[in-house]
Structures are given as C-alpha cells and as structure tokens.
C-alpha cells in the first residue's frame, strides 16, 4: 500500500510558476516509477510527466515539454512538479500516482495508487 499526497497548488497569472510537490509513503515506495497527471473540468485525466527514483525514465508530453520539470528527492520520499511558464491552457487539478514495477509509464491505467490532486489555476 503506498500513500500519496500532493501540495503546492494554487492561483498564479500566466507566464508565472509553481512547484507541486507528492509526498509518498508506504512499503517500498521506491519500487515504484512515479507520474504527474491532470484533469480539467469536462476532460480526460492527462499524462504530464513520469520519472523513477533514480531520475530515469522521465517522460513529458509535447505540451509541457519544456516549461515542466520532474525530479524526486529519494531521502524524502517526495516528487516534484516544477511548472514555469504557465498558461491558462494548463488550469486542472494534478495528481500524482504511483506505477508497480519500476519503469515508467504514460498511462493513467498502468497507475497503482493515486493521491487526491491540488487544483492549479492559472489566470490569463
């Protein structure tokens, strides 16, 4: 069982930034590959970015490549969602999750456990 907990949401004018931050706990949480995904009113829940613990793996999307950055602190247990540039496109709720097995994935399905998501606002 692992449990996850996101902060660091917020509202922020467009161009600016905000750092989300996934606090995880549980047995062998590093085991697990771990992901950034999204969901705005009305629409799917979307893949934003994956990494493992040791900084591999990590994958974005075409839509924040660039403007986001995941890293992990292992000896916090905690990952991180640096976000720049922001744009009012990028205006949802984030959620971390947690993928079994080590490797990365883009595909909120392959995701084991989940956290309760920080809303992030983004005005124009």
């Known amino acids: 069982q692992v449990q996850l907990v996101e902060s660091g949401g917020g509202v922020v004018q467009a161009g600016g930034s905000l750092r989300l931050s996934c606090a995880a706990s549980?047995?062998?949480?590093?085991?697990?590959?771990m992901g950034w995904f999204r969901q705005a009113p009305g629409k799917e829940r979307e893949f934003v970015a994956a990494?493992?613990?040791?900084?591999?793996?990590?994958m974005y999307p075409d839509t924040v490549k660039g403007r986001f950055t995941i890293s992990t602190d292992s000896a916090k247990n905690t990952v991180y969602l640096q976000m720049n540039n922001l744009k009012p496109e990028d205006t949802a709720v984030y959620y971390c999750?947690?993928?079994?097995?080590?490797?990365?994935?883009?595909?909120?399905?392959?995701?084991?456990?989940w956290g309760q998501g920080t809303q992030v606002n983004v005005s124009s």
């Open positions: 999750g947690a993928l079994s097995g080590g490797s990365t994935g883009w595909l909120d399905w392959q995701y084991d456990y």
């Open positions: 549980g047995r062998a949480v590093n085991s697990y590959a």
């Open positions: 990494t493992d613990w040791n900084g591999g793996g990590i």
